[in-house]
């Protein structure tokens, strides 16, 4: 009871930032460490949620909102290094989990090989590396897009899996008391393709954020309900689903390349300013 009420006093008076870690807390210092694989549970045909343990065990991973790491394994090929973006808590301890998408392909690829590790395998893990650095409250930094501001509405339009490069900003958003309004616009072929998608429904029942899942096979889902829009993604949903476009609003943008083309196309033509592709 005291520590909660020391706590939100120092909320309160902004003497704790939520949105980062002390660094003395970070496991991540841009070296070379290792990771160990905890668990792995299958989310679709090709989607995993795996959660990795880190080697201080006392440590955050480190990121922040907006981060992401790479990952190598020395046995599957000391030259291949691939990015991910976490999704679990930045201040969950020991722990970090990521959303892996294993991509079909003739020979073994790097995704499909970590999906397919047994429990207790180590991996080399690096970072952070920075995609945008959510500051809390509405303030965001994309070095790439030169963007360095406030913004009171921020719109997301992501494509199956890429949610995870916007999941830990949803859930900072929504669970620390930041009145910054989201309009996620979450798009994918089938139903179980939106991963992750009934942790975002607790957000919207809980008025955190506003969401809208989209399908583009009409097709599905067989036999489920499904009460959002469907077809291929066009400007009016755009208009429809997220903030309107004024300078108080930023559009962030993850998916397929295919899909960030258009996507950013159809936003312009809409007349968004701020729409950043990540
Ligand atoms: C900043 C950043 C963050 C990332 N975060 C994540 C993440 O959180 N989760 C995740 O699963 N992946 C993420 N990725 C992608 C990841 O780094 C790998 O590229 C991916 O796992 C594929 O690697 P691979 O070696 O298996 O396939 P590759 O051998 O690299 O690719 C095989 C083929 O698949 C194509 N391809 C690659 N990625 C995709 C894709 N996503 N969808 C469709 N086709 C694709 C390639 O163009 C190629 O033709 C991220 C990438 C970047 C740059």
């Given at each position: 009871?005291?520590?909660s009420?020391?706590?939100?006093f120092?909320l309160?008076?902004k003497?704790?930032?939520?949105?980062?870690?002390?660094?003395?807390?970070k496991?991540l210092?841009?070296?070379?460490?290792?990771c160990?694989l905890?668990?792995?549970?299958q989310?679709?045909q090709s989607?995993?949620?795996?959660?990795?343990?880190?080697?201080?065990?006392?440590?955050?991973l480190?990121t922040?909102?907006?981060?992401?790491?790479?990952?190598?394994?020395?046995?599957?090929?000391?030259n291949?290094?691939?990015?991910y973006?976490?999704?679990?808590?930045i201040?969950?301890?020991?722990?970090f989990?990521?959303?892996?998408?294993?991509?079909?392909?003739?020979?073994k690829n790097f995704?499909?090989?970590?999906?397919t590790l047994?429990?207790g395998h180590?991996?080399n893990?690096?970072g952070?590396f920075?995609?945008?650095l959510y500051?809390?409250?509405?303030s965001?930094?994309?070095p790439k897009d030169?963007?360095?501001?406030n913004?009171?509405?921020i719109g997301i339009?992501?494509?199956?899996?890429a949610?995870a490069?916007?999941?830990?900003?949803?859930e900072?958003i929504?669970?620390?008391?930041?009145?910054?309004?989201?309009g996620l616009?979450?798009v994918?072929?089938?139903?179980?393709e939106?991963?992750?998608?009934?942790e975002l429904i607790w957000?919207?029942e809980?008025?955190?954020?506003?969401?809208?899942?989209?399908l583009?096979?009409?097709q599905?889902?067989i036999?489920?309900?499904?009460?959002?829009p469907k077809g291929?993604l066009?400007?009016i949903y755009?208009?429809?689903?997220?903030p309107?476009?004024n300078d108080q609003t930023?559009?962030?943008v993850?998916?397929s390349?295919a899909?960030k083309k258009?996507?950013k196309?159809?936003?312009?033509?809409i007349?968004?300013?701020n729409?950043a592709?990540?």
């Open positions: 009871m005291f520590q009420l020391l706590y939100q120092k309160r008076f003497m704790i930032n939520q949105f980062d870690i002390k660094q003395e807390f496991f210092n841009n070296t070379q460490q290792y160990t905890h668990s792995k549970q989310l679709n989607t995993y949620l795996m959660k990795f343990a880190i080697s201080q065990q006392d440590k955050c480190g922040r909102i907006g981060q992401y790491i790479s990952l190598n394994d020395p046995k599957f090929d000391i291949t290094t691939r990015y973006c976490p999704i679990s808590r201040d969950d301890v020991g722990m989990d990521l959303l892996v998408h294993a991509i079909q392909a003739e020979n995704s499909t090989h970590i999906t047994n429990d180590i991996l893990i690096n952070p920075t995609n945008y500051h809390g409250y509405g965001i930094e994309i030169n963007i360095n501001q913004y009171k509405y339009v992501a494509e199956s899996s949610i490069a916007f999941f830990q900003l949803i900072g929504a669970t620390n008391g930041d009145n910054t309004h989201i616009l979450y994918a072929d089938t139903i179980d939106l991963v992750l998608m009934e957000y919207v809980e008025k955190k954020i506003n969401a809208t899942f989209m583009r096979n009409e599905d889902p036999g489920k309900v499904f009460s959002g291929q066009k400007p755009l208009e429809q689903y997220l309107q476009p930023l559009i962030l993850c998916g390349r899909f258009e996507t196309q159809q936003l312009e033509y007349h968004h300013q729409i592709i990540i």
